[in-house]
């Protein structure tokens, strides 16, 4: 295989390439493609790793799929269940923020249905 011009010196670039089941040929290797991160078992909202459509599954790290319900950008928040006003946002095991509206599954969560909590963070401190 060339390396490509773009690449750095000891490097080559491979073509990928995805089948309708959901599995990538890279590399020689044939893996499960994701499109979404859980960085934790009590967050209730993932990190979509590729732009989502609404309609798509988004396909969650660990095997999980949940349906897409609106367009959702690379690298946002999707939530993993129906979160309802008011309830805690938990990422990366921890509370980031409060739905300030009801957030259906499979939803963008982002600034307009969150808001942030006050935290003390001495009182955190081991």
């Known amino acids: 295989m060339q390396r490509d011009a ?3 010196r000891g490097t080559r670039r491979h073509k990928v ?10 590399c020689g290797r044939r893996c499960v493609v994701t499109n979404a991160i859980l960085l934790d078992s009590r967050d209730n909202v ?19 799929e949940i349906p897409c319900v609106e367009d959702i950008p690379a ?18 095991g921890e509370i980031i923020g409060e739905a300030s509206s009801d957030i259906d599954c499979g939803a963008w ?8 909590v006050p935290r003390d963070y001495d009182a955190e401190l081991l």
Do not use: M
Not at 109 to 116: A, D
């Open 6 to 8: 773009q690449s750095p």
């Open 17 to 26: 390439r995805a089948d309708r089941r959901g599995f990538v040929q890279a």
């Open 46 to 64: 993932a990190t979509c790793t590729s732009p989502a459509q609404a309609g798509d599954t988004i396909k969650i790290l660990g095997g999980d």
């Open 75 to 92: 690298w946002h928040k999707v939530a993993l269940k129906k979160i309802a006003r008011g309830e805690k946002i938990f990422k990366y």
């Open 109 to 116: 969560v982002s600034h307009e249905n969150i808001f942030s």
